[in-house]
């Protein structure tokens, strides 16, 4: 048996990309930064952040579009994608990304990484997980 499957939350480091395929689908791309503290060896706490490349397509890119924006904690359910295409320059180009498949919105302004100033607490809204079904995209026409 097989798994590929991807939970990851954090928040974006850019607003969300719209884009369309040929079909007309949208395809949202944006990249989520998570951070991992730790000790080291000399007992000094450190920091490690990675970056992640995010694709969402249909309704879900839709929502990703409207309602994050740079900051914004999410979490996104999905799979790891590797893709690889010639670049204008004629080298061959590589990307891993997560295909999001569903995803929860962070509370409103919540914003993590800033602990001095804390946001504001307000009552969550309640946000229906969002589930996208991929099995008419083709991943050759994704734009990006």
Do not use: C
């Amino acid at each position: 048996m097989n798994l590929n499957k991807v939970f990851i939350v954090g928040n974006l480091t850019r607003d969300p990309e719209l884009r369309s395929l040929p079909s007309g689908q949208s395809v949202a791309s944006f990249a989520i930064a998570t951070n991992r503290f730790y000790t080291n060896k000399e007992n000094q706490k450190q920091q490690d952040t990675q970056f992640h490349n995010i694709v969402a397509f249909g309704k879900l890119a839709d929502i990703a579009r409207q309602y994050l924006n740079k900051g914004s904690l999410v979490l996104i359910e999905g799979r790891i994608q590797n893709r690889s295409w010639e670049g204008q320059d004629g080298q061959k180009k590589y990307r891993s990304e997560i295909v999001a498949q569903s995803m929860q919105l962070g509370p409103r302004g919540a914003k993590t990484g800033d602990e001095t100033n804390p946001p504001q607490q307000k009552p969550a809204e309640k946000v229906d997980t969002i589930e996208y079904d991929e099995e008419n995209i083709n991943p050759d026409e994704i734009p990006f």
